[in-house]
């Protein structure tokens, strides 16, 4: 991620003052709380949140002072993490769901298409909104599973069972409001709280896996470094 990180800086200098006035662009980071809802009645996994992120690039097309066309690469990690005590004996592979703790963490390569909203509040400091939504497929997936604390089983990577339970492509409704701050003729910041939701499930379901009819969403501030062509 560090290389990665500096090749999207390295771009982002390089760019500077080439192109039109219509155009920008910039890169962006966002600390998210994740979780997954299950619509499925019966499931048996309950989720807790997890602090995770988003980050990468955008590329702005503005159609007028206020509306323009946002679109870019992202790259998010998201996961969860399950305290299965529900209180029913069951149990998954001999160990009862009362004691068994999963933790996983997916890397997701995601494409943005949204439209943007400003609207100047002072000669510096302007509102500033997005929606749309965002593609969104898996690259790895880490997980970590415990019983009473004791390490079960540990693997990182994109595996066939992997391949096989998540979705190749699900998409995310985004919406975010917030405060842009021009800090130059050129330059720009942009302070975005935002939530994303999946509108599809997160994985392929069938109806003997109701733990797998789940949908996911994150909360998030999202910051932005903007500028002009």
Same mark, same amino acid.
């Given at each position: 991620?560090?290389?990665?990180?500096? !090749? &999207? /800086?390295?771009?982002?200098?390089?760019? %500077?003052?080439?192109?039109?006035?219509?155009?920008?662009? +910039? $890169?962006? =980071? *966002?600390?998210d709380a994740v979780s997954e809802t299950n619509k499925a009645p019966d499931a048996l996994v309950h989720y807790k949140l997890m602090i995770r992120y988003t980050a990468g690039a955008n590329i702005i097309y503005n159609l007028n002072k206020r509306f323009g066309l946002v679109s870019g690469l992202w790259f998010s990690e998201r996961g969860t993490s399950t305290n299965?005590?529900?209180?029913?004996?069951?149990?998954?592979?001999?160990?009862?769901?009362?004691?068994?703790?999963?933790?996983?963490?997916?890397?997701?390569?995601?494409?943005? !298409? &949204? /439209?943007?909203?400003?609207?100047?509040? %002072?000669?510096?400091?302007?509102?500033?909104?997005?929606? +749309? $939504?965002? =593609? *969104?497929?898996?690259?790895?997936?880490?997980?970590?599973?415990?019983?009473?604390?004791?390490?079960?089983s540990y693997y990182w990577g994109y595996t066939i069972a992997t391949f096989q339970a998540y979705r190749p492509m699900y998409y995310l409704a985004t919406i975010s409001t917030g405060l842009a701050y021009q800090l130059n003729e050129k330059t720009k910041i942009t302070v975005e709280p935002n939530i994303k939701y999946s509108l599809n499930t997160l994985y392929n379901t069938t109806p003997a896996s109701p733990e797998y009819h789940t949908h996911e969403y994150s909360v998030g501030i999202r910051f932005g470094v903007y500028r002009s062509f």
């Open positions: 991620m560090n290389r990665l990180f500096i !090749v &999207l /800086l390295f771009v982002f200098i390089s760019l %500077s003052g080439f192109g039109q006035s219509k155009w920008g662009y +910039g $890169l962006i =980071f *966002s600390p299965d005590d529900v209180g029913t004996g069951a149990s998954y592979n001999g160990i009862p769901y009362s004691k068994l703790s999963i933790r996983n963490s997916e890397g997701y390569l995601e494409l943005p !298409v &949204l /439209l943007k909203f400003s609207s100047a509040a %002072s000669k510096r400091l302007s509102f500033y909104s997005t929606a +749309g $939504l965002v =593609f *969104s497929t898996i690259l790895y997936e880490k997980y970590r599973q415990q019983d009473a604390g004791t390490q079960i």
